[in-house]
């Protein structure tokens, strides 16, 4: 699994993040946060529905928060299999009302954060920073602000989420 530097470096290299304009390591880790797929579960923590964690030392699985609530101040015990004891695989937790049910949503196969959407994001941020600069002339060489813009916009589209039908 990727690590958060890991996943950094990859955005970075994806959107060329020393160029101008550039990207720092802050502002990528921020969007890798935004956009992480799932998070470590946390003690006494409040979770929404759709929420998904895997457990501190992780199992191979995620779980899925169904009923909304806080979470205990110990981990409940995240099941690696299905038992006859987690009725169709869901995990009761806290003492919250309604007490925060999680609901085993099968093994991670994917990482853990989304680098495709952030480095789309990254490009789309990079656009945004010269859209209200002006094209300039610059000695002999002209220096077209738009085309970069242009360019930035067209490498967030290679980005784009793919669509099967």
């Known amino acids: 699994m990727m690590t958060r530097a890991e996943a950094i470096a990859q955005v970075s290299l994806f959107c060329d993040a020393t160029s101008y304009p550039q ?8 969007a890798l946060d935004i956009y992480s797929r799932f998070s470590t579960w946390t003690a006494a ?7 998904r964690v895997v457990p ?22 995240f099941p690696a299999y299905p038992s006859a004891q987690y009725k169709g695989w869901s995990i009761q937790d806290g003492t ?15 990482e853990r954060y989304d680098v495709r959407t952030v480095a789309r994001q990254m490009w789309i941020v990079k656009a945004s920073r010269v859209v209200a ?5 610059e000695g002999a060489s002209d220096v077209k602000l738009s085309q970069l813009k242009s360019h930035c916009l067209e490498m967030a589209d290679k980005y ?3 669509v099967v039908v």
């Not at 923590?45 to 929420?51: F, L, N, R, S, W």
């Not at 501190?56 to 015990?77: F, L």
């Not at 919250?96 to 994917?110: A, E, K, R």
């Open 133 to 137: 600069e002006i094209d300039a002339k």
């Open 96 to 110: 919250s009302d309604p007490v925060l049910t999680w609901v085993d949503m099968g093994s991670i196969n994917v």
């Open 160 to 162: 784009r989420p793919l």
């Open 56 to 77: 501190t030392t992780p199992n191979g699985r995620v779980y899925e928060a169904r009923v909304a609530g806080t979470s205990s101040s110990t981990q409940p015990e």
């Open 23 to 30: 990207l720092s390591t802050t502002e990528i880790g921020s």
């Open 45 to 51: 923590t409040t979770y929404a529905v759709g929420d």
